[in-house]
């Protein structure tokens, strides 16, 4: 058993599997015996061994090649429907069986994944903190005496105990990313729409998304990739669109931070300097601070808790509550009576307060690229919580509540550790869409911050690939000469809303000339042939959107066009290329590296 748990990345698993040194069978006999006594009350139901055996076997009858999560175990919280077994939200008296499984579990289920069970969580969703379940309050990975973070608190517990490589949470107003910072683990909430909401239990119908705990950024998108889907039977399903600039692979990109008087710790020096170190990592990384206005989004946070949204609370489970309102513990049954007070005239009032808080909001984005935020401010223990449940649990949702109603997306990243050992974490946001991009940017956080895994102890996979799926609508394109930046064309690229990427070289298999006739001279980027000595020569890689690309190569002048080249890490990518005709008399400047150092040797005396 030891031998087996706890469960890293889903790459390591993989691994163990192709090797021959576990099974899918072996696997489930093993946690299920781990998981029986329940520790930290994470889970609500869990899958019998007969029936995790039955999955196990299902997969290995498919194989390793044809499923991409084969045999990797899974947690599921318990307001998303898993077939032929109750969906409860917390509450005992509300549950029911589906004969389906939601979408985005099934879609799990067919790439080889296997569920475990169905997590604990604030009952009906409604809780940032974890405690509120007659099912016993979710414990800190860390420290048994705090908060695991809400409403999806089983569900990150999971992971980062590793009883679980990944799980599913939901997320209306930080549910999918406040549990992630107190546990150390990724915690990524997709854009609305993204993932189907068929077979969830909705808090507030028109905010919620499912949302992904991993231990890694690349595991996210990994699922991401699986379990994203237009689904035409879910009306507040949409369908993804491209990304544009992609900060997060970028040199050089903006990030807004709060303005320091905006910024709250709530009394928790050791998070304020954590997130004053984790500012710092994001400048090392390329990312320009900015200071922003932060106070269009705490309008917008305000309001959640306002008007049509607690109403929205009530509508999702109003035949229950009208009927068994005493089933509901408190004060998740006060939270949700309180919407009865509101008048339709109240919730029209709200949504034009929105849209106008949101118009003031999305002006930042004219001037970054990416928000950064604490996740929260600070932790409490449960004994406090408890004590104090409605004013605490606000603090939670500081950084948090304004997402959904914005119609943003967030990736929350762990960032160190407090002095008493329990986690901080950092949030990274961006515009509806910007997916991608979060994802890339959490992956090279991770890997600067290099933490271990959760509570696992196990390291982090340094060698670790991001392979998600690209849907950006840029390109990307690779230049060498007077493009190159503070040289004369690079204003080509600048004025398109050209974006730096990477500072680099190509494969050494090219050869770089001075091409004759042209004042000033111009570089000739050609790819040797076989048998033929290259050379490894520098270039910037630019992206730009697909329309601005169209015009920029438009204008270039024979014997130069793009061709595909092969970048130092193995990467292709288009670039500016010579026609071997072209380069009869020109000068043979390889030796030098790159057009930047040819033009320094020409200035030497």
């Keep these: ?289 900015i200071d922003i206005d932060f106070e269009p989004f705490l309008k917008a946070a305000r309001l959640l808790y306002e008007g049509p949204w607690v109403a929205e609370r009530y509508a999702a489970i109003q035949s229950f509550f009208d009927r068994h309102s005493d089933q509901i513990i408190s004060p998740v049954r006060d939270i949700i009576a309180s919407a009865k007070q509101h008048t339709a005239a109240d919730a029209f009032k709200g949504f034009y307060r929105l849209r106008d808080t949101a118009r003031q909001a999305n002006q930042v984005w004219a001037t970054i690229d990416c928000l950064l935020t604490p996740t929260a401010g600070t932790i409490y223990t449960i004994q406090a919580l408890q004590h104090d449940p409605i004013r605490l649990n606000n603090n939670l949702g500081y950084y948090t509540n304004f997402m959904n109603l914005l119609d943003y997306a967030a990736v929350a990243v762990p960032a160190g550790f407090q002095q008493n050992g329990l986690p901080f974490g950092i949030t990274l946001v961006a515009p509806a869409h910007q997916d991608e991009p979060l994802l890339h940017f959490a992956h090279r956080l991770q890997q600067a911050y290099c933490l271990p895994l959760g509570a696992t102890g196990l390291p982090f996979p340094t060698a670790a690939q991001f392979a998600a799926a690209s849907h950006s609508g840029q390109v990307r394109i690779a230049v060498c000469g007077a493009h190159l930046s503070g040289l004369p064309l690079n204003e080509q690229l600048t004025s398109r809303q050209g974006r730096l990427i990477a500072v680099t070289t190509t494969s050494p298999e090219y050869r770089l000339v001075a091409l004759p006739g042209f004042p000033p001279r111009r570089p000739g980027l050609i790819r040797v042939k076989p048998g033929e000595r290259g050379f490894a020569i520098e270039v910037e890689v630019w992206e730009l959107s697909l329309r601005q690309f169209g015009s920029l190569i438009a204008g270039i002048p024979a014997p130069l066009g793009i061709g595909t080249l092969t970048l130092a890490n193995g990467e292709s990518i288009q670039g500016f290329l010579c026609e071997h005709h072209a380069i009869g008399t020109a000068e043979d400047i390889s030796h030098c590296g790159g057009w930047r150092a040819y033009l320094r040797q020409l200035k030497q005396p």
């Design 1 to 289: 058993m030891h031998d087996v748990l706890p469960f890293g990345d889903i790459s390591s698993l993989l691994q163990r599997y192709a090797a021959g040194t576990l099974t899918p069978t072996a696997m489930v006999e093993a946690l299920h015996a781990s998981i029986q006594k329940n520790e930290n009350a994470i889970w609500i139901s869990i899958l019998p061994l007969t029936a995790l055996k039955n999955h196990a076997r299902n997969v290995e009858a498919r194989g390793l090649e044809a499923l991409p999560l084969y045999g990797v175990p899974f947690a599921i919280k318990d307001n998303i429907d898993l077939a032929n077994t109750v969906t409860t939200a917390a509450c005992p008296a509300f549950g029911y069986q589906p004969e389906h499984s939601a979408p985005v579990v099934q879609r799990l289920l067919d790439a080889g994944a296997i569920p475990v069970g169905k997590t604990n969580l604030d009952q009906f969703a409604t809780g940032l903190n974890g405690t509120r379940s007659p099912y016993g309050a979710c414990q800190n990975a860390f420290d048994p005496g705090y908060i695991s973070g809400g409403s999806s608190s089983g569900s990150a517990v999971a992971v980062a105990k590793g009883q679980v490589c990944f799980s599913l949470g939901t997320d209306t107003a930080g549910s999918g990313r406040v549990p992630a910072a107190f546990n150390n683990v990724i915690g990524y909430k997709p854009t609305k729409g993204w993932f189907s909401s068929a077979g969830m239990v909705s808090a507030c119908r028109s905010l919620d998304t499912i949302s992904i705990f991993a231990h890694t950024a690349t595991d996210a998108a990994r699922i991401l990739d699986i379990a994203a889907g237009f689904d035409r039977q879910d009306s507040f399903s949409r369908e993804k669109e491209g990304h544009g600039f992609d900060f997060g692979k970028a040199a050089h990109f903006r990030v807004g931070i709060p303005r320091k008087d905006q910024l709250k710790f709530f009394g928790n020096r050791d998070c304020e300097r954590l997130f004053n170190e984790a500012v710092a990592q994001v400048e090392a990384l390329g990312g320009a601070i």
